[in-house]
């Protein structure tokens, strides 16, 4: 079955980058997203990647995708404290179907 | 822009009462699930609609039941809830034909005591 990993926790002084990883197993996945969540908010969409690109870039985040090592991660640039939150990779397999998400990895920035 | 409206908001039930949890999804999107998110666990997907026929099918207890409605709002249904039941539920809505994103609500937070 799918399985999504990410590690647990980061920690970065204002200013500095962030980078998040993520590991997915499913050869199938098409779309990995990463979502945002701050304490006891909804999933806020930060951005998604196709599978058959390596990069997406959208102001302060950069996405890689390593296809061949199934490795994902989100950097966040020039990280400020307003950053801090739990942060979710997820995967699917097309559109309109399921996501699968990892553990989170919680971001906290300090001053 | 409208986003994906759920209620209510808090709800606190007691073992062994019914729940129902309401979805409204970003108008035109023809998708809706359902996800329960437990404390400090990443959201498991319980179950999807298109188009107002059940889509896919996740860990939805038999306890749980949930439908689309011709104005496309989803109500998730849930009876003899558990203590286990706790749990922030999020819907999430998406336009199939038209991209992937799906976009979530702000999570109905169910406290079963």
């Known amino acids: 079955g799918e399985d999504v990993e990410q590690s647990l926790f980061l920690s970065v002084r204002e200013g500095d980058s962030s980078v998040i990883n993520c590991t997915y197993t499913?050869?199938?996945?098409?779309?990995l997203y990463w979502y945002k969540q701050e304490p006891g908010a909804g999933l806020q969409l930060l951005t998604y990647i196709f599978s058959n690109m390596d990069m997406k870039q959208d102001q302060r985040l950069t996405v890689l995708l390593n296809k061949k090592d199934k490795h994902l991660s989100l950097r966040i640039a020039d990280t400020q404290t307003g950053d801090s939150a739990i942060y979710f990779c997820a995967e699917s397999e097309g559109a309109g179907n399921m996501l699968t998400f990892g553990g989170g990895t919680r971001l906290m920035v300090k001053p | 822009a409208a986003g994906v409206i759920q209620s209510p908001r808090h709800l606190i039930k007691e073992k062994r009462e019914t729940a129902t949890l309401k979805c409204y999804p970003i108008p035109r999107h023809d998708t809706v699930y359902w996800y329960q998110q437990g404390p400090g666990q990443d959201p498991q997907f319980l179950i999807s609609?298109?188009?107002?026929?059940?889509?896919d099918k996740g860990s939805i207890p038999d306890r749980f039941s949930a439908q689309q409605f011709s104005d496309y709002h989803s109500e998730l249904n849930m009876s003899s809830l558990e203590l286990g039941d706790s749990a922030l539920y999020f819907c999430?809505?998406?336009?199939?034909?038209?991209?992937?994103?799906?976009?979530f609500g702000q999570g109905t937070r169910l406290t079963v005591v």
């Open positions: 499913d050869s199938s996945s098409t779309y």
């Open positions: 999430a809505s998406s336009l199939r034909m038209v991209g992937t994103e799906a976009f």
């Open positions: 609609f298109y188009e107002k026929m059940q889509s």
